[in-house]
């Protein structure tokens, strides 16, 4: 329970605070408009789901925080981006196939860009069947991309050469400035980040993110589940600014913060 103000006439009262709506409650948006890249330069988004309590998963998955709407949406985000990136523990733990184009398709979101955007997946072990879909069914014009480390096994990274285009950057850990830099110079200049949470919290480490589109799970788990950041306190934790928020008819938010500045 909040503690009680004390009865003081200089202090600010609660009915003096005043919150503002959502500003798109009852009043939808067209979301690709809303989640469009801006325009003039290489931006990086993530995209995560946490309960109201803050859990980034339940019973191991994601997937059983989000509803509808946040798979429609994190399919729209996965259209409207050159690249995602996501970490091979998410690749495991959720069974990642390769991008398929939403309902309707993307002919519009995607004008003259390959028909889905490639995934590329952060590992140094490279302990991933090679044979499964998420490398054998991508689309040619969006081969998976795998990132990894200069000490990544040898044998592995020969192998994975043969289904996947590998991007090494960084001596025993990914460095995620030089990946970033590096899907840029390939032309994904709209990256999109879905975690997991172990990757997300490098990414900000090293102030490489520019917008965190949060979805909020009405829901309370307690528990064990980590946060939808996992990693050591980011050294100078960047300041973000609420760009949009939005809400569907399940209780369900979905925030867009980009940084400050
Ligand atoms: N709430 C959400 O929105 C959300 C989103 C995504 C995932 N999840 C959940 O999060 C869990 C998985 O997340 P996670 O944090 O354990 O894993 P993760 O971040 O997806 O992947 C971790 C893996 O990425 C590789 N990696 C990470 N940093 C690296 C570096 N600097 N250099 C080289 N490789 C690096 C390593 O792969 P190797 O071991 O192959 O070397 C590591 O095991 C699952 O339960 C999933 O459901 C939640």
Redesign the pocket.
Known sequence: MHESPQNDVEQTTDADLALRPLAAAGDPVRLADAYAYPPGGPWLRA????SVDGA??RD????G?GNETDRRLLSLLRGLADVVI?????????GYGPVRPGPGGWEKLRADRPPVPPLAI???????DLDAPVFTDADPAARTIL???RTAPPGRVRAAAERAEVIVA?E???D?AAAVAELVARGHERLLC???????A?VVATGVLDEMCL?VSPMLLSGGA?R?L?GPAVPVPPRLRLAAAYQDDEDFLFLRYVRRG
């Open positions: 995209n995560m789901i946490a980034a998963a191991d998955r994601a997937g925080l996501v970490g091979a523990g998410t690749v495991r733990a959720e952060v590992s140094r072990r490279l302990d991933l990132l990894t480390t960084g025993d850990r990914l995620f879905e975690g997991g949470p172990r990757v997300l490098q979805t980590f939808i996992n």
